[in-house]
């Protein structure tokens, strides 16, 4: 089989000096190994089969480039990886069936009995739950920490922690965490830092120079972009922790589809391009926003009003369609519903990252922060500003906000 050098890092060290914009073009990209074929087929394999039994030993030890098994990776999963891995600066990348597998597989992976790991409070609310509520059954102790305190996460490391994971900005909150001064933290204690950097992508983060020993990405949101399919990656630099993850994820089923695999390195090759729209839009609805009477505050780090913005500044090299704001504390619940049931164009829904614009309503136990003890002033919201033109956007939004008997109060 031609593409058995598909996985080999080597490969890709000359595309790691081009620019970012065509990294993400050509990474992984193998033509030579396709007969042309400018994308990587998918490969649709559970089953492999040698020409004798010594080529069978060989591949039951996965060699990188070789198949053993459809679940343990495939070219058209060897080309996602390379991709990923070459534009976050890492040398490996793992993909998977999800995001939260992503974190889950660091945690499991490297984490076991007796073990202590710190999870900032505005995570992701699903990894917040299995942390505080299923962990225990692994015998793993998992503490929640303030988001915000930075190099404070000093005082709660104990001897037996292990792991610190991040994301920043947070779920929802959308603060930020001073990723630099916790990882300086966790490496003079050896402790591994974990980010979940689905908000920056691989392009808006340079993730191994603030620290981060395992990036982990949600590739169902901007990397897919389509909304249209779930996958997750994680990439780190070092060796045997990569064996480690690898052999988790495929002892515990965790297999990516090729077709899944395919999607995402499709979606990636325009991710440059979208954001920058992204990012366009979203400024432009943020600052409307903050100009509205009935609305308290807009949760955008990109935005220089936000208290977040000199992290965001000094560590993001731009922003995307995805931010928060709150309603003022008069607005009621029941004003904030119908003002999501108006809209028109921007859809109701869960998700984030495709072409088209979604809202949704917070509730407070989402939003409110578990050990900080932030809690909004009034209802809020999470929108995701998709890629339709802005005054559409904006006319939305303005119609919605008139269907709220208590917005007249407020102005
Ligand atoms: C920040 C963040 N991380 C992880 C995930 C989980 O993504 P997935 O559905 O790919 O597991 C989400 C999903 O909304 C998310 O918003």
Not at 70 to 83: D, F, I, K, S, V
Not at 127 to 144: N, Q, S, T
Not at 219 to 237: E, F, M, N, R, W
Not at 264 to 287: D, F, M, Y
């Amino acid at each position: 089989m031609r593409a058995t050098t598909l996985g080999d890092k080597s490969m890709a060290a000359d595309k790691g000096k081009k620019h970012q914009d065509t990294r993400l073009v050509h990474g992984g990209s193998h033509p030579e190994l396709f007969d042309g074929a400018v994308n990587p087929p998918i490969f649709r394999v559970s089953t492999v089969v040698s020409a004798n039994v010594d080529e069978m030993r060989e591949r039951s030890k996965h060699p990188p480039g070789k198949l053993a098994y459809g679940r343990a990776g495939t070219p058209t999963h060897w080309a996602l990886q390379e991709a990923i891995a070459d534009l976050e600066g890492y040398k490996h990348c793992l993909a998977l069936p999800s995001g939260l597998s992503g974190i889950l597989i660091s945690i499991l992976g490297l984490c076991g009995s007796g073990d202590h790991i710190l999870v900032a409070d505005n995570v992701y609310g699903p990894i917040r739950l299995v942390c505080c509520d299923r962990l225990a059954a692994w015998g793993l102790d998992a503490e929640l920490f303030d988001a915000s305190i930075g190099a404070g996460v000093a005082d709660l490391i104990k001897p037996n922690t292990k792991m610190i994971i991040v994301e920043s900005p947070g779920s929802l909150t959308f603060d930020m965490t001073d990723i630099p001064a916790v990882s300086a933290v966790a490496h003079e204690h050896g402790i591994l830092v974990v980010a979940d950097n689905t908000w920056a992508t691989p392009l808006l983060i340079d993730s191994p120079a603030l620290g981060i020993d395992i990036s982990v990405h949600s590739g169902t949101k901007y990397i897919g972009g389509h909304s249209d399919v779930a996958v997750g990656t994680l990439s780190l630099d070092d060796d045997d922790l990569h064996q480690k993850l690898k052999w988790t994820a495929l002892l515990f089923g965790y297999g990516l589809s090729p077709d899944d695999a395919y999607l995402a390195l499709r979606g990636l090759r325009t991710l440059s391009v979208r954001l920058q729209r992204h990012e366009e839009n979203a400024r432009i609805v943020a600052e409307w926003l903050e100009r509205r009477p009935e609305i308290d505050r807009v949760l955008c780090p990109g935005l220089p009003s936000d208290p977040g913005h000199a992290i965001w500044s000094r560590d993001f090299t731009g922003m995307n369609g995805l931010f928060g704001f709150i309603f003022k504390s008069m607005i009621t619940q029941d004003a904030t519903d119908r003002f999501v049931n108006a809209l028109e164009v921007f859809l109701r829904g869960f998700s984030w990252g495709g072409y088209e614009s979604l809202v949704m309503a917070n509730s407070v136990d989402s939003i409110k922060r578990p050990v900080s003890g932030w809690t909004p002033a009034g209802p809020s919201i999470r929108l995701h500003v998709g890629l339709e033109n802005p005054e559409d956007l904006i006319a939305d939004l303005q119609q919605a906000l008139a269907a709220m008997p208590d917005a007249v109060a407020a102005e």
